[in-house]
């Protein structure tokens, strides 16, 4: 636990000893606000809740958080300090788990900037908190979700664009899998059940689920589930790769 | 236990490629290692194995009794490793870098802060500790490195080229601090340079295409050289051709002189005469010189030497390594 601490720490610091966060949070919290003005139609809609906010989270993520995630791995295979990290006394596990929740935090961190937004919903009316908290926690489980996607992806390279690039791709797909687009794709020819399957990954579903306020625990089980295996794929790229 | 290191077996395959065949050795406390090689000879993939970086494809390597793949933590605890190259996080400095390194290294406190400093002051690193490490010249990032291996002061100590990048005096630093270390540590370095060699090694094994093909002292490996215990008589300027002929055949018919050979070095005409093993002609072609009068600058004995050894070794076809 004091590794993981300890690697954490280190982790979160990088991000802002470089102008990356600062970047990143400002970017973030500009296209949030953005989207929700003015292609969300905040104010026209003239009810309390933060359903403008939140619907664009999905398509923020899938290029924000790869770009946080590409750095994880691939930045220490290019700088060679994964040799000098694996060799210290820490498990690839908590190598793995500190480097994951060092970047979701520092997720946590933009999105909690964005609190401006729920004091202005208040002011305005009086919205349910308890669907935007449970909001609020599944965009950030959704972070974590495409996260474990970047880190791992990560891990395969030592070149953050292509980390970037195949992430974001993967991402896309997980979040719009139950959508026409890929269902359309697959109806007609594939069994239902595999249609069922596919449909289920979808993030975007999910997340949906839960911002209308429908607050299920299966879809908080599926971001986490979706986070636990892609950490535990992460960890066996790191050990299978490492050294390449 | 004395044998802090022990590999045993270890063979690397990448592929189609047998880049470590079946290498074995142990390193005692007290012991400073130097493995020699030339570049691309299995070096750096062995001492990855050995800190339980790569896997190895068979064979295995245990520091302090811990093999460092079934107790890696155990085994890893017990070990300062400098990786080639020297990497650390370019964008912290020496201060957040070390004090990252010994939270893993499970100090704290006060004990985090007096391992730091002896460190920082072993490998002279004061006056840089808030700079980027990105920023320092090569030869402090080195020094970086070496403070992170040292910090935690291991039993077992492996460095990949530990000088490479340091000028003469830090490098001749550096030799100090690893002969102040060694009596209670067992050291492995890998180096390319043989001058390193002969000044802090107590063992060298060099390695060629994967395998140890010599293990040894410095100085038993110089002995290999056919020019150990030679006499070598530099000439003084262009003597007749006759002359130095006449003399060749003098010395070869001395006891104890195997056979004399005729080179040139830097301008420079030398007679070696190569002694049979264990004999001893100096004195003898020393009077003889005196007594005919040869036109000799200087008369020495050579004690071989380890660059040769090396060249003959490791050029030498595989078949014969």
Not at chain 2, 5 to 24: E, M, P, R
Not at chain 2, 64 to 76: N, T, Y
């Amino acid at each position: 636990m004091r590794t993981v601490w300890t690697i954490f720490r280190r982790e979160l610091g990088a991000y802002f000893v470089t102008p990356v966060a600062y970047v990143f949070i400002v970017i973030f919290l500009v296209l949030a606000g953005t989207l929700t003005f003015f292609m969300g139609n905040f104010f026209d809609r003239s009810r309390a809740d933060l359903q403008p906010f939140f619907i664009f989270h999905p398509w923020l993520y899938l290029f924000l958080v790869p770009a946080i995630g590409m750095r994880l791995w691939a930045e220490e295979r290019k700088t060679g300090t994964i040799e000098l990290f694996l060799t210290l006394p820490l498990t690839t596990g908590q190598a793995v788990i500190g480097k994951f929740l060092a970047a979701w935090v520092f997720c946590g961190i933009a999105l909690l900037l964005t609190f401006p937004m729920w004091i202005t919903v208040n002011y305005l009316g009086s919205p349910d908190n308890g669907v935007i908290l449970a909001s609020y926690l599944g965009s950030w489980l959704m972070a974590g979700s495409f996260l474990a996607v970047g880190a791992a992806i990560s891990a395969l390279t030592r070149n953050q664009v292509i980390a970037f690039v195949i992430a974001a791709t993967i991402c896309f797909i997980l979040t719009v899998s139950g959508t026409d687009m890929v269902l359309g794709f697959l109806t007609g020819w594939a069994p239902q059940p595999v249609i069922d399957a596919v449909a289920s990954f979808s993030f975007l579903q999910h997340f949906l689920a839960v911002m209308r306020g429908v607050i299920d625990l299966k879809d908080f089980i599926f971001f986490a589930s979706m986070i636990l295996a892609f950490l535990y794929a992460n960890a066996i790229i790191v050990e299978l790769k490492k050294a390449e | 236990m004395s044998e802090l290191i022990a590999i045993d077996g270890l063979t690397k395959w990448f592929g189609h490629i047998h880049a470590v065949q079946d290498v074995s050795f142990t390193v005692e406390r007290g012991e400073v290692l130097g493995f020699l090689g030339p570049n691309g000879a299995g070096k750096s993939t062995t001492m990855k194995m050995v800190a339980g970086f790569l896997q190895p494809t068979s064979g295995t390597a245990s520091l302090c009794g811990f093999d460092v793949l079934e107790q890696p933590i155990a085994a890893k605890r017990r070990m300062g490793y400098l990786p080639e190259g020297a990497p650390a996080y370019p964008d912290m400095t020496p201060t957040g870098f070390l004090g990252f390194i010994a939270s893993i290294r499970g100090f704290s406190g006060s004990e985090k802060n007096k391992r730091i400093a002896l460190a920082v002051e072993r490998a002279n690193l004061k006056g840089v500790m808030h700079q980027p490490i990105e920023t320092l010249s090569k030869g402090y990032k080195r020094r970086v490195g070496l403070a992170q291996a040292l910090l935690h002061d291991p039993p077992v100590l492996i460095m990949d080229e530990p000088t490479d990048g340091l000028d003469p005096n830090q490098k001749h630093e550096v030799r100090t601090l690893i002969e102040e270390m060694a009596p209670d540590k067992a050291i492995v370095i890998s180096t390319h340079l043989l001058e390193e060699v002969e000044a802090v090694c107590t063992r060298a094994i060099i390695i060629a295409h994967g395998r140890i093909v010599a293990d040894g002292t410095p100085a038993a490996l110089a002995a290999r050289d056919p020019w150990h215990n030679a006499v070598s008589l530099t000439l003084a300027a262009n003597p007749a051709p006759e002359l130095v002929a006449r003399m060749s055949a003098q010395i070869a018919e001395i006891d104890g002189v195997l056979m004399v050979e005729e080179v040139e070095e830097s301008g420079r005409r030398r007679l070696v005469a190569r002694i049979v093993t264990g004999a001893n002609a100096l004195a003898e072609i020393g009077a003889q010189a005196r007594n005919r009068n040869w036109p000799v600058a200087e008369i020495r004995l050579e004690h071989g030497r380890l660059d040769k050894v090396f060249r003959d070794i490791t050029t030498a076809p595989r078949a014969a390594a």
